[in-house]
């Protein structure tokens, strides 16, 4: 069964380790060495899978976890995220099993190079440039670079478009963004997060600090302090609904409560360190503060809002 892709966010970004404490071949170490024309591939990272498939060859998935999206195509699930079966893993007989530096420390898999099967982990994912190096490196394997580089720059073209149009815009400061993942417990993503480097292409700025880790727990009381211009809660509509009712009976001075300015999205971009998912997650966010009537307006479709005018 398909997991939540929040838990898969929260679950990489609590658990990843140093790169120093990996037992595992590093792109560094290892570099990209070329596979057969036709590889058996195993994917211990849901990101990776759909970078896969934007390349065009979901034909070369062996196995993918059960956090992945290609649940009902017919390719074998390998374990969770944090529970790889590696037996399994080495019955497919993989000419190489791909995992990423967010999830690869917490998967245990050094016992697949005991086994002799290859292993390739890659970099971090902390931004749009990182995303896009990975990428490439991942297309060389699969002889799809000539494909990935003009898909980047297609995915380029559409930020810097909008990044031009937002700094011709006559505004005034950056809009203030407190972005949840959940509300029991109440977790922010801060400014050292992914996520935050999203709201600031798209044109705002996370309030909370990166003190406490990327995705800290915070109190409902320091929205009273932060007092953003939006809240933005990546989850379904009922949790949704339920967080914004508490908020407008509890905080109701807030200026998201006054204005209406709460947000639901889908974690269905997001959570995923994609060159595509990256950017139609910046044009989300980018619509819903214009929405807000914050920042300029890239016109993009409307995401679902709650509570507002």
């Given at each position: ?115 002799g099967v290859r ?61 949840f993942l959940s ?127």
């Open positions: 069964m398909k997991k939540n892709p929040i838990q898969y966010l929260l679950l990489c970004c609590s658990l990843a380790l140093p790169a120093a404490f990996s037992l595992y071949c590093s792109p560094e170490k290892e570099g990209t060495a070329p596979l057969p024309a036709a590889p058996r591939i195993v994917s211990l990272s849901p990101s990776i899978s759909r970078q896969i498939d934007d390349l065009g060859r979901r034909e070369v998935l062996t196995g993918v976890t059960s956090y992945d999206d290609f649940s009902r195509t017919g390719i074998e699930i390998v374990g969770t995220l944090v529970q790889p079966n590696l037996e399994a893993i080495i019955r497919l007989g993989p000419d190489i099993v791909l995992l990423s530096s967010e999830d690869g420390p917490v998967q245990n898999i050094d016992r697949l190079n005991d086994a292993v390739y982990r890659f970099g971090r994912n902390r931004n749009f440039s990182d995303i896009c190096h990975n990428y490439l490196r991942l297309a060389a394997m699969l002889g799809k670079e000539p494909e990935a580089r003009k898909n980047i720059a297609r995915y380029s073209g559409m930020l810097d478009r909008y990044g031009t149009r937002r700094r011709s815009a006559k505004r005034g400061r950056p809009a203030a963004v407190a972005f509300h029991r417990p109440l977790i922010a993503a801060s400014e050292g997060s992914f996520i935050a480097q999203v709201i600031r292409d798209a044109g705002g700025v996370c309030v909370y600090s990166g003190t406490r880790g990327s995705y800290p727990p915070v109190s409902l009381e320091s929205l009273v302090e932060y007092d953003p211009d939006v809240i933005i809660y990546m989850a379904g509509d009922d949790e949704g609904n339920d967080f914004f009712s508490r908020l407008s009976r509890d905080f109701r001075s807030l200026r998201v409560v006054k204005n209406g300015t709460f947000y639901i999205i889908d974690p269905d971009t997001i959570p995923y360190y994609t060159p595509a998912d990256y950017v139609k997650s910046v044009e989300r966010v980018a619509e819903i503060l214009d929405t807000s009537h914050v920042t300029p307006p890239p016109r993009f479709p409307s995401p679902t809002k709650r509570g507002g005018k």
